[in-house]
């Protein structure tokens, strides 16, 4: 009864969303009801750092505020709008699984390290193209990208967590548009990204050239990406205790096919289970999840760290140390 009350609670907050005008509205947040999204978000980060300042004065310690290497973090919660995603057990829809704990996890991150920019896809019930949430990614120069999703098969049998990241073919961008594996609709919509005519989407198809520079960035981040992949892995492991390990996975998703930054679909968990799918529609295993996935970003961030040090140890004295992040950061 309590997820079903849930359900509609979330369901009637992004459905006022849906109504008042187009995704992109939606996007932004609904201004002809006077609900400022970005203004909400920003007052809530507000107040979790005025209460890590706080905590810190009070408790005399020196937290980090901010990650080492990581400063812009994008959640894509998965599905949205008229693409629900899968329907478990316990008959809610993946796309308020998705998208609640998508919330959780970025509250858990600003409440832990307030200085970090966490942003996320979308903020309401919309529907986005794939290409779209990597765009997204790519428009705010992300750092990291998780694509949350849960899992779904047709038949009782099939459990476990599972972390994918891009297949090795597709690192450089076809030559023409390939549709990918489809985890999220691939319609184009509006979205609520600006897009100015001079500022072309970058990283997807047809790029008029890839030079050996860029095409060792891809390679750069494509290792990174299964490095992140494989600690996020771990880290689920070890919190979801008794979890069935699916392993790390690589495919064709269309949702990271063209980001330009370590990315990856995590798979919290089978709805479709008997067990596992009411498992994961329950608090205490969404807790976990959000666990997992800070240590995991905190582990991958202390590695970007550590290879920017060693980077730096073999760099001549006489010649500048490389940064570790991407050209032109």
């Not at 494989?230 to 070890?238: A, D, E, G």
Request: net charge positive; hydrophobic share 40%; charged share 25%.
């Amino acid at each position: 009864m309590r997820l079903l009350l849930r359900q509609l609670c979330v369901s009637a907050v992004l459905g006022a969303a849906m109504w008042i005008g187009s995704s992109a509205d939606a996007l932004a947040g609904p201004p002809s009801i006077g609900i400022d999204r970005g203004l909400v978000l920003t007052l809530g980060d507000r107040a979790r750092r005025a209460s890590f300042d706080k905590k810190q004065q009070a408790e005399g310690a020196d937290a980090p505020s901010a990650f080492k290497k990581i400063r812009t973090i994008v959640i894509d919660p998965g599905h949205g709008g008229e693409n629900q995603g899968a329907l478990g057990v316990v008959d809610v829809h993946e796309k308020y699984l998705t998208i609640e704990l998508a919330y959780a996890l970025r509250e858990e991150l600003q409440r832990t390290y307030p200085d970090a920019r966490v942003v996320l896809t979308r903020y309401w019930d919309t529907e986005l193209s794939l290409n779209e949430r990597a765009h997204m990614a790519n428009r705010v120069d992300a750092d990291v990208f998780l694509s949350l999703h849960y899992n779904s098969a047709p038949h009782p049998r099939a459990v476990g967590i599972e972390t994918y990241y891009l297949s090795d073919e597709k690192v450089t961008p076809d030559p023409v548009e390939v549709q990918g594996k489809p985890l999220a609709s691939a319609r184009p919509t509006t979205s609520g990204i600006p897009r100015p005519d001079e500022a072309a989407v970058q990283g997807f198809f047809n790029e008029s050239e890839v030079s050996a520079e860029l095409h060792a960035e891809r390679m750069r981040q494509h290792a990174r990406s299964a490095l992140l992949a494989k600690i996020v892995q771990r880290s689920m492991l070890k919190e979801l205790k008794g979890s069935k390990n699916r392993g790390v996975k690589q495919a064709n998703f269309g949702v990271l096919r063209g980001a330009l930054m370590p990315a990856i679909v995590v798979e919290g968990g089978f709805l479709s289970h008997p067990e596992e799918g009411r498992s994961v529609a329950k608090s205490r295993r969404q807790r976990k999840l959000v666990r997992a996935l800070v240590s995991a970003i905190v582990s991958f961030d202390d590695a970007l760290a550590k290879q920017a040090d060693d980077a730096g140890a073999r760099a001549p004295s006489n010649e500048p140390v490389a940064h570790a992040d991407r050209p032109g950061r």
